[in-house]
Each structure stands twice: as structure tokens, then as C-alpha cells.
């Protein structure tokens, strides 16, 4: 499976951003969907994620001006990004866990920039 994450760009502080993550295939027995982001010097951490009954998960520091949504026919993931700030300038990183029993598969695509900057 491969994942192609595209939408990043230069923003301006308080801009928005959608994110989409296409997987090369429909995918059954997805466990969960999500975005991750590495910035410059740290490690990358959880922006949000998006699981079965569509229950969502987000980082504190997004809580609020980020939203994930998908869409299951296509398993294509979205990230609606809001209220931008200079923080928030990372690699962001789709992921994708699916379940194929007994084991559990984790997938990443391959990044997209984002900055927010004036």
C-alpha cells in the first residue's frame, strides 16, 4: 500500500490548509487514519487520527483548529487545517493502520511541507 499526501504550502499566520491523503488502493480493515508532522529538531508526534465509527483523536496543541475527516469509498484522509501559526510549520505525515488478523500493518506516506510564515 502507498500513500500520497499532498496540500502542503507556505501560509500566512492565521491561513488555512487542507491536507489529503490517498491511499493506492481501497482498503478494508482500516484500524485507523491519520497525521503526524515533524518539525525541524524534534521528533514527529500525533496531530490527529481517525478511527473506526469515525471516533477522532487530536493533539492539544490543534484541539479546536484542526479537523480529520475521510472518506471511507475512497480511503482518503483529509486535514482541514485552521487559524495557522508559525508552530505548526513541520513534515506532515499521513499514516495508515489496518488490521489483517492476527497482525496489525502501519503505513506512512512520504511528507508534505508546511509553513507558516509571513
Known amino acids: 500500500v502507498q500513500l500520497q499526501a499532498s496540500g502542503g504550502g507556505l501560509v500566512q499566520p492565521g491561513g488555512s490548509l487542507r491536507l489529503s491523503c490517498a491511499t493506492s488502493?481501497?482498503?478494508?480493515?482500516?484500524?485507523?487514519m491519520g497525521w503526524y508532522r515533524q518539525a525541524p529538531g524534534k521528533q514527529r508526534e500525533l496531530v490527529a487520527v481517525?478511527?473506526?465509527?469515525?471516533?477522532?483523536n487530536y493533539s492539544d496543541s490543534v484541539k479546536g483548529r484542526f479537523t480529520i475527516s475521510r472518506d471511507n469509498a475512497e480511503s482518503t484522509v483529509y486535514l482541514q487545517m485552521s487559524s495557522l501559526k508559525p508552530e505548526d510549520t513541520a513534515v506532515y505525515y499521513c499514516?495508515?493502520?489496518?488490521?489483517?488478523?492476527?497482525?496489525?500493518?502501519?503505513?506512512w506516506g512520504q511528507g508534505t511541507l508546511v509553513t507558516v510564515s509571513s
Open positions: 499514516n495508515l493502520k489496518v488490521a489483517v488478523f492476527p497482525r496489525e500493518y502501519e503505513y
Open positions: 488502493r481501497r482498503i478494508r480493515s482500516i484500524v485507523t
Open positions: 481517525i478511527g473506526r465509527g469515525d471516533i477522532t
